[in-house]
């Protein structure tokens, strides 16, 4: 199975900072035609968990863009710019390219 | 708008099966992928598996013997069993549209414990 390491394991950031979020997969993420099935999810508190971006750089329909993906083959950054209050949660990422599908093992994003 | 709801016993006994419905409103499982995806306690995730729009299913290796996705076209709904659980299978399940994962149901908290 794809391994996903996620750092940091939680961090805490001021409003209106930015953060930056690790993925780094264990083997490459580029599939056989061409994409890299890496996705970014948040859930929130009491909520089930959103796709925030996938395909390492596109934006979910309705995400707003301080949200930003970047990265290729085994290693991948979420960065979230302007941090507002209703970004608190857990981030995820999670790769499709290998079955079985896996995830990492969250990020907690606290707000100061 | 694409809506999914998860239904199901919230308590389940050790040896026995856990039975789930998904239940799906504003897009056809007909078309596209469905699956389960469940959340233990503390952070870690893990893909159960899913059925595609003509029936076919995938399964984690890690429940192959054990997982069965099924659904009901009239009904619009797709549903998990998980046979012979044990304490290890308590868990937030979740169905979702795979394979963006794009859209998930609020999740149901199935326990197992006798």
């Known amino acids: 199975d794809v391994v996903m390491t996620q750092t940091p394991v939680s961090l805490s950031v001021s409003l209106g900072g930015q953060v930056s979020i690790s993925c780094r997969s264990s083997q490459s993420l580029v599939h056989n035609n061409g994409n890299t099935y890496l996705s970014w999810y948040l859930q929130k508190p009491g909520q089930s968990p959103q796709l925030l971006i996938y395909?390492?750089?596109n934006r979910f329909s309705g995400i707003s863009d301080r949200f930003s993906g970047s990265g290729s083959g085994t290693d991948f950054t979420l960065k979230i710019s302007r941090v507002e209050p209703d970004d608190l949660g857990v981030y995820y990422c999670g790769q499709g390219t290998q079955y079985p599908l896996t995830f990492g093992s969250g990020t907690k994003l606290e707000i100061k | 708008e694409v809506q999914l709801q998860e239904s199901g016993p919230g308590l389940v006994k050790p040896s026995q099966s856990l039975s789930l419905t998904c239940s799906v409103t504003g897009y056809s499982i007909t078309s596209n992928y469905w699956g389960w995806i469940r959340k233990f306690p503390g952070n870690k995730m893990e893909w159960m598996g899913y059925i595609s729009y003509s029936g076919s299913t995938s399964y984690n290796p890690s429940l192959k013997s054990r997982i069965s996705i099924t659904r009901d076209t009239s009904k619009n709904q797709f549903f998990l069993q998980l046979n012979s659980v044990t304490t290890e299978d308590t868990a937030t399940y979740y169905c979702?549209?795979?394979?963006?994962?794009?859209?998930w149901g609020q999740g149901t908290l199935v326990t197992v414990s006798s």
């Open positions: 395909k390492v750089s």
């Open positions: 979702a549209r795979s394979i963006l994962w794009d859209y």
